[in-house]
């Protein structure tokens, strides 16, 4: 699909980064539920879940989770994350001040 940039106007532009950002996150969404279904199937085959071969809460014999998951991910940067819990990170901030809803920047 060919996009002639150099004809759309500013605003154009801007609304199609726009459905660009969320369009990414949802394809990280998505491939992430479908990584996580394929994992705990592979897991099932060998008699396991995925909670015991990761050590998460409530595995059999397993350790207590130290850490809460993240909740929140910086788009621009997937390593950035946030459980939702203590001081916001500045991407976080940066990002609802930038118009940016604290739902679109969840896992």
Not at 53 to 82: D, V
Not at 83 to 107: D, M
């Amino acid at each position: 699909m060919a996009v002639k940039l150099d004809k759309m106007s500013r605003k154009e532009l801007e609304a199609l980064r726009a459905d660009v950002d969320e369009a990414i996150v949802q394809r990280r969404k998505t491939e992430r539920q479908e990584a996580l279904a394929a994992a705990q199937k592979a897991a099932a085959e060998f008699g396991f879940s995925l909670d015991e071969l990761t050590g998460k809460k409530g595995a059999r014999g397993g350790a207590k989770a130290s850490s809460a998951e993240p909740k929140y991910m910086n788009p621009e940067n997937p390593t950035q994350t946030w459980t939702g819990k203590g001081r916001q990170p500045n991407w976080f901030k940066a990002a609802v001040e930038a118009g940016k809803s604290p739902e679109s920047l969840e896992i």
